[in-house]
């Protein structure tokens, strides 16, 4: 990271040597793709961030992603500038009122991202599926008939681990877990992962961690920088390489309804964000 100041140029914040991820090589064909569920049960933690950020960067390098809005707030539909009133949204595939998954899928403008959004309804859906069979395997069953037409998927999920995750936890292939680093949040990963397990062990076995991903690191402060050691004790070789930085940028970028990568492509976080693609798809989580 440009600010630190502890780390030397050959060691990066999580006190690895510094790889350099080569820049992927354009795919021939796309599909069939692999999907990613971003978790974490807390809030404003820099899922919703992570989820357009990456797509902007993988979206660059050539990649096909499909964004689904699993969360009532809305935020990932508002921060790729998609309406999402007035029109078929996940909630209305999830209670089975829109039977064609492809009549909620919108086009971005960014070519190469299409997204499926959510409003305030998804917050009827716990209620709503609780008393449904196999209701943890909904969302699994809308994505499977488009998988073949995207590189990648990613699911922005809500902050809890209520039956909506637990859809997102059964669709996935992998779980890509932001974490930011400040104390408390440490706690809460336990809690996760423990819930990652029971997903794997009742209903998703091929489910896979993909990666720890550090988000609003201040390498000027003790705390962020003992948080982030703290982390990489536990977790080792998930914790991925790339930390996302702290920065004022995202919530102009969000204002915007655009990826920081296209709304201000030279700066820092939008090169940290196309490292993070980078390293997601040299360890194979991504086409
Ligand atoms: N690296 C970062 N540095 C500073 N602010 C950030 C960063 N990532 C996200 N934010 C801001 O923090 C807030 C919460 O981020 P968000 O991605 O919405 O979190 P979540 O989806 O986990 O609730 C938003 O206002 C966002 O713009
Ligand atoms: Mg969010």
Do not use: W
């Amino acid at each position: 990271m440009a600010s630190e100041s502890k780390t030397s140029a050959t060691t990066g914040p999580t006190g690895r040597p510094v790889r350099d991820f080569p820049v992927p090589e354009a795919l021939e064909s796309h599909g069939p793709a692999r999907v990613i569920a971003l978790c974490n049960q807390k809030g404003g933690v820099g899922k919703t961030t992570t989820t357009i950020s990456l797509a902007g960067a993988l979206a660059e390098y050539g990649r096909t992603v499909l964004l689904v809005d699993f969360d009532p707030q809305g935020a990932l539909s508002a921060g790729m500038g998609i309406q999402s009133h007035d029109v078929p949204t996940i909630y209305d595939a999830m209670i089975g009122r829109e039977k064609d998954i492809r009549q909620t899928i919108q086009p971005s403008a960014i070519a190469g991202i299409h997204v499926i959004p959510a409003n305030i309804d998804l917050s009827a859906a716990e209620v709503h599926l609780v008393s449904e069979v196999a209701r943890e395997n909904i969302l699994a069953g809308l994505l499977r008939p488009v998988l073949d037409d995207y590189d990648v998927v990613l699911i922005d999920c809500q902050p809890s681990l209520g039956l909506l995750t637990v859809n997102a936890l059964t669709a996935a292939h992998g779980v890509l877990i932001p974490l930011e680093c400040e104390f408390f949040a440490l706690r809460g990963v336990a809690l996760l992962v423990d819930t990652i397990n029971k997903v794997k062990e009742r209903l998703n076995p091929a489910l896979q961690v993909d990666g720890i991903v550090a988000t609003m690191y201040d390498a000027r402060t003790l705390h962020a920088r003992e948080v982030l050691e703290r982390v990489v004790d536990g977790f080792g070789d998930t914790v991925l390489d790339t930390v996302i930085g702290r920065t004022v940028k995202f919530p102009d970028a969000s204002v915007a309804g655009t990826p920081i990568t296209e709304f201000a492509p030279q700066h820092a976080s939008a090169h940290t964000y196309r490292e993070l693609a980078r390293e997601l798809i040299s360890r194979g989580a991504i086409a």
